[in-house]
């Protein structure tokens, strides 16, 4: 599996998001923001992943779940970590979600569920790290 997208962030840091149609091929906008900076498109992503795999998991189990809300915050001690930023290796960070499952489900359903919630490849990916290969494009 593959995802491509192009962001644009100007100097007032407005983004523009294109993303790839999966049936078309063709590159289509997907909005304008200058809300979201890059730890809440992480966050985004994160989020998007997690409630897309809990949805899938709910209809293919016959779980009445009607919608998942998740609320995510990154954090990280800046001044902490920059009084010798120079020097520092690895940065004290962490992400924390709350989950909230509506719809008619049993305490059971709901803790199972919560254990889905961390088979989303973007938490995994999170978790174990991912090699990220980046190069100059030539003009």
């Given at each position: 599996m593959s995802e491509r997208i192009i962001l644009h962030k100007n100097n007032r840091f407005e983004?523009?998001?294109?993303?790839?149609?999966e049936e078309s091929g063709k590159l289509t906008s997907v909005g304008a923001s200058h809300a979201l900076n890059a730890y809440?498109?992480?966050l985004a992503g994160?989020?998007?992943?997690?409630?897309?795999?809990?949805l899938v998991y709910a209809m293919?189990?016959?779980l009445d779940l009607?919608?998942?809300?998740?609320?995510?915050?990154?954090?990280?001690?800046y001044k902490k970590d920059c009084?010798?930023?120079?020097?520092?290796?690895?940065?004290?960070?962490y992400?924390?979600?709350?989950?909230?499952?509506?719809?008619n489900l049993t305490a059971e359903q709901k803790q199972k569920l919560f254990q889905i919630s961390r088979l989303c490849p973007i938490h995994k990916m999170l978790?174990?790290?991912v090699e990220v290969r980046s190069e100059m494009k030539k003009e």
């Open positions: 983004v523009s998001l294109w993303a790839q149609d809440g498109l992480l994160l989020g998007s992943c997690t409630t897309d795999i809990l293919n189990h016959g009607k919608e998942v809300q998740v609320e995510l915050d990154y954090e990280r001690d009084e010798n930023c120079e020097k520092v290796k690895e940065y004290s960070e992400i924390t979600m709350e989950l909230r499952f509506l719809g978790k174990n790290g």
